[in-house]
């Protein structure tokens, strides 16, 4: 069975660059989720849909990041203009809601450098 | 918000040794959950535990959910050079959100 999928796996680019990051979540899931890792700060939560609606944000670090999730199967992390402190790995996730188990199904990440 | 305090940060040890991390938490939790993120790669769920005092195995990994809600606890026996990674505990109480710890990391000697 396909896992989640994330693309691109690795990015390098110059700060003032726009970077989008996608994934897809696996199937039959509703629950989506965006974290950043970096050794300061370990995993951070940064956004969570639910049925394709965005239910918390409060992680979302300021204006230059954007998320939105078209569809059940698809979903977009955005970073314009981007900077050299947005360099980590970002990692979308993704669970059924309604087990209410909290286990959550993690791609293998996107490795953003920002020169 | 929650908090949670993962310790230690860091292993550094040879292989056939048992490993113990911990978690604790200032908020009460209804589940704890154990993680493991293989270089390069993603956290992968290894043990859930949903009920205090609830001792649960998986071959060679063995957690417990403590009494009092607050803690958690992940036991490795006898390691293996492939059980080093990075081991995050999460924590889930009245949201639906998950709360991760910082991580153990682990280094095996072979």
């Known amino acids: 069975d396909a896992g989640v999928i994330q693309s691109p796996r690795h990015e390098v680019t110059e700060m003032g660059q726009e970077v989008t990051l996608r994934c897809k979540p696996i199937?039959?899931?509703?629950?989506l989720f965006w974290y950043r890792q970096t050794m300061m700060r370990g995993l951070e939560l940064l956004i969570y849909?639910?049925?394709?609606?965005?239910?918390?944000d409060s992680g979302m670090p300021e204006d230059r990041f954007s998320a939105k999730m078209p569809n059940a199967s698809f979903s977009t992390l955005k970073i314009q203009p981007s900077e050299p402190r947005d360099s980590a790995v970002y990692f979308c996730?993704?669970?059924?809601?309604?087990?209410?188990?909290?286990?959550?199904?993690f791609g293998e990440g996107s490795r953003l450098t920002v020169l | 918000g929650q908090q949670l305090n993962q310790s230690p940060q860091s292993m550094f040890i040879q292989e056939g040794e048992d490993v113990s991390m911990n978690c604790t938490s200032s908020?009460?939790?209804?589940?704890w959950l154990w993680y493991k993120q293989d270089p390069g790669e993603g956290p992968v769920l290894l043990i859930a535990?949903?009920?205090?005092?609830e001792l649960t195995s998986n071959g060679r990994l063995t957690a417990q959910f403590g009494i009092t809600r607050k803690d958690s606890f992940l036991n490795i026996s006898a390691s293996i050079p492939s059980d080093v990674g990075i081991y995050f505990c999460?924590?889930?109480?009245?949201?639906?959100?998950?709360?991760f710890g910082r991580g153990t990391s682990l280094i095996v000697h072979p």
């Open positions: 908020s009460i939790f209804n589940t």
């Open positions: 996730a993704s669970s059924l809601a309604g087990l209410n188990t909290g286990e959550l199904f």
């Open positions: 535990l949903y009920k205090a005092g």
């Open positions: 999460a924590g889930q109480g009245g949201s639906y959100i998950p709360t």
């Open positions: 199937s039959g899931h509703n629950s």
């Open positions: 849909f639910n049925n394709n609606v965005p239910i918390d």
